[in-house]
């Protein structure tokens, strides 16, 4: 068998394929790897040679990022940051899994005009829903509070939906031997549909990270005072243009900024790749 | 009063109506078994039993309790479903005991039923496997364990057999037999298979639209059947029914004619039936014969003409096909080799074995040698 493919010469296509992919990929990594780059050399040389394709001064990289979580509130706001991405996860699994579990396996009455509201939401751009939520949070006292940044993110209607297309196909037969069992509805959910879907739990548990740490336009319209800053904020700070900020200071920022997601990603590569599948759709 | 009864229940579906006034009462430790066509309402009745479906009226006792408004859980029924419905992320050991740990039952008293259940029905070896490394009989067997742990006073099986292939099936119903005497469980059970239903029942109820056509032990079905859809059901290959009209009726006989086209018949019958009534005559394949019948058997036997079909030998018997001048299909059966297709055949039946049923399918039951 090996043999064989050892023999074969790869086609045209196959060859082509191959380059779009190496073409695409570079595009992709390019960027990241050029952060890298002028983090990892010494201040001065960034703006003087570009551009350039490895790093020059590895301690010089890590002086930045010493001055960085020294000189700024950077780990604070990578503590917010990670209390916000948690906490949304924990509320946007909860909330979904137990609105998906009565929607998808219970009749009751008004389920259908529930279910199109929903949906409705889903359809609205969040810049729409921005500014209403925003006086909601406010006229609750929740301004520059955890509950302000997390709550509002909790009701997940893209969530609700894929746990749902993914809790109908648990079988009515297995719902109504559980209740003949004598498992009560509470204990339905938690013993039976949980455990069943628990692979889309965790992909929306993926999806829900990836999209709350990158968020940015609600940390910065409800979290104004510094110590509610998130990573996105304090780069942003970095990014602005009056920083008086060397390049590669603001580098450091976004590279630390980066991390989290890209170790996230290389951990559940194959997970988030399934959920994106499973889903259709990007979070 | 009786361990489980039924009395005038019935179900609705808004305005559709599946199940329509059914009586039925069923005694302790009986093999029940429901059978009728697709639709018929069989699992409806099953799961208003077990409190799946509610009681649209009418009510539902068991040991003289009503259960209308009893928890499903509470009814001390377990149902074992068609699709198994077993829990695929629990162990064999979990799908079994999960009724008793919603119970909240003491650890122990969990281990020793599950052990027990697991002992009747050999299931010690495979405790630890998940329900997809287990084939369709094993799987079969947890969700009977499941439902044996609980104690219950009444078993429900939907359809338990109709996903195993032919083998299977005759090995586990031999096994539910088996289960049945050693536990004298009251079951009920659901199957659209007649030897499955005449084997394992001691009382067989067969339903129709919504509605109890008879119920009975099934031989008493199968000789005695109230009405035509019930004669038709039960028995394979089916009873035959050849439309006859009434001629004369004289000291305790009545003269029928124009059977199947021509033949005639005179049968004993005490009752009234005004002449020119239609009526049918129901005869069982094994009942009618290719050979004369000897007198001893018969003083004036049905004897009729047909066109053989075609014939299905099946080895030990052969069933003939006939078609009467008038269309009507006679099946029966005979040895092999005799008859052959494309021959015209005479046919002989005993008056005493044939059926006579109404223009609306009811049984005209002959009075003076009534069985009940
Ligand atoms: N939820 C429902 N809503 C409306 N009609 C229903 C519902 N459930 C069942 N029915 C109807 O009730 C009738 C009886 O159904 P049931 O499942 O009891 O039949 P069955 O005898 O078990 O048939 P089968 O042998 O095919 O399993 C059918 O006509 C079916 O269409
Ligand atoms: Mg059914």
Redesign the pocket.
């Known amino acids: 068998m090996t043999v064989i493919r050892l023999a074969r010469r790869p086609d045209v296509w196959t060859v082509l394929k191959w380059v779009v992919a190496i073409a695409v990929a570079v595009i992709a990594i390019f960027p990241l790897w050029w952060m890298v780059n002028v983090v990892f050399s010494l201040p001065g040389e960034p703006v003087s040679i570009n551009p350039r394709l490895w790093p020059t001064s590895v301690a010089a990289g890590i002086d930045k990022i010493a001055m960085i979580f020294a000189e700024t509130e950077y780990f604070r706001a990578y503590v917010v940051s990670l209390i916000y991405s948690i906490l949304t996860i924990f509320g946007v699994l909860a909330v979904s899994s137990l609105a998906a579990f009565e929607f998808s396996l219970f009749d009751f009455p008004g389920k259908k005009i529930t279910i199109a509201i929903v949906m409705l939401s889903l359809m609205v751009p969040t810049a729409v829903t921005i500014i209403p939520t925003y006086l909601l949070t406010s006229e609750l006292g929740w301004l520059n509070t955890m509950q302000g940044l997390v709550v509002p993110g909790i009701a997940s209607a893209f969530g609700l939906f894929m746990l749902m297309q993914f809790m109908r196909a648990i079988p009515r037969d297995m719902i109504e031997a559980a209740r003949l069992d004598g498992a009560g509805h509470f204990e339905i959910y938690w013993h039976i549909a949980l455990p069943l879907s628990r692979n889309a739990m965790v992909t929306l548990a993926i999806l829900t990270f990836m999209r709350t740490w990158g968020n940015y336009m609600w940390p910065l319209i409800v979290g104004t005072r510094p110590e509610m800053y998130t990573v996105g904020q304090v780069v942003g700070l970095f990014n602005a243009p009056l920083s008086h900020q060397t390049v590669d200071v603001v580098m450091t920022a976004n590279l630390l900024a980066a991390v989290p997601p890209l170790l996230f990603f290389l951990i559940f590569q194959r997970k988030i790749v399934e959920g994106i599948a499973m889903s259709g759709t990007k979070g | 009063m009786s361990f489980l009864e039924i009395s005038s229940a019935t179900?609705s579906?808004?305005r559709?109506k599946?199940?329509e006034d059914v009586n039925l009462t069923i005694e302790r430790g009986e093999f029940v078994v429901f059978v009728?066509?697709?639709?018929?309402?069989?699992?409806?009745?099953?799961?208003m039993i077990t409190g799946l479906e509610t009681i649209t009226s009418g009510t539902i006792s068991i040991e003289g309790a009503v259960m209308n408004d009893v928890d499903p859980a509470k009814r001390g029924t377990a149902m074992v479903f068609q699709s198994y419905a077993l829990y695929p992320h629990m162990t064999v050991f979990e799908n079994i005991s999960f009724g008793l740990r919603m119970a909240r039952k003491p650890k122990e008293y969990i281990a020793s039923q599950v052990a027990q259940g697991a002992g009747i029905l050999q299931l010690e070896k495979l405790l630890e496997r998940r329900p997809g490394q287990l084939s369709g009989g094993q799987k079969q067997r947890v969700a009977i364990g499941r439902a044996i742990v609980r104690d219950p006073r009444v078993f429900l099986f939907?359809?338990p057999l109709s996903n195993l292939d032919a083998e299977l099936r005759v090995q586990m119903r031999a096994e539910l037999m088996d289960l049945h005497r050693r536990l004298g469980t009251t079951m009920i059970y659901?199957t659209?298979d007649q030897v499955e239903a005449m084997t394992l029942a001691d009382k067989m109820v067969v339903?129709n639209g919504?509605r109890v056509q008879q119920a009975g032990r099934p031989l008493t079905l199968y000789d005695d059947p109230d009405n035509r859809f019930v004669a038709g059901f039960v028995g394979s290959p089916k009873m035959n029914f050849l439309p006859a009209r009434v001629v004369g009726s004289d000291m305790g006989r009545i003269l029928l004619e124009g059977i199947g086209g021509s033949a005639r018949l005179s049968l004993p019958f005490a009752g009234e039936l005004a002449v020119g009534t239609s009526v049918e005559i129901g005869l069982r394949p094994e009942h009618v014969s290719l050979r004369p019948l000897l007198p001893t058997e018969s003083s004036e036997a049905l004897v009729g003409e047909g066109k053989v079909a075609y014939v299905e030998d099946l080895g030990a018997e052969s069933h003939v096909h006939l078609t009467l001048t008038d269309g009507t299909a006679v099946c029966l059966r005979a040895a092999r080799g005799e008859a052959s297709p494309g021959t015209t055949v005479r046919f002989f039946a005993s008056p005493e074995r044939a059926l006579l049923f109404d223009a609306g399918g009811l049984r005209l039951r002959n009075r003076s040698a009534r069985t009940k």
């Open positions: 179900k579906y808004g559709h599946v199940l009728g066509p697709s639709g018929c309402g069989k699992s409806t009745l099953l799961r939907d359809e659901v659209h339903m919504g």
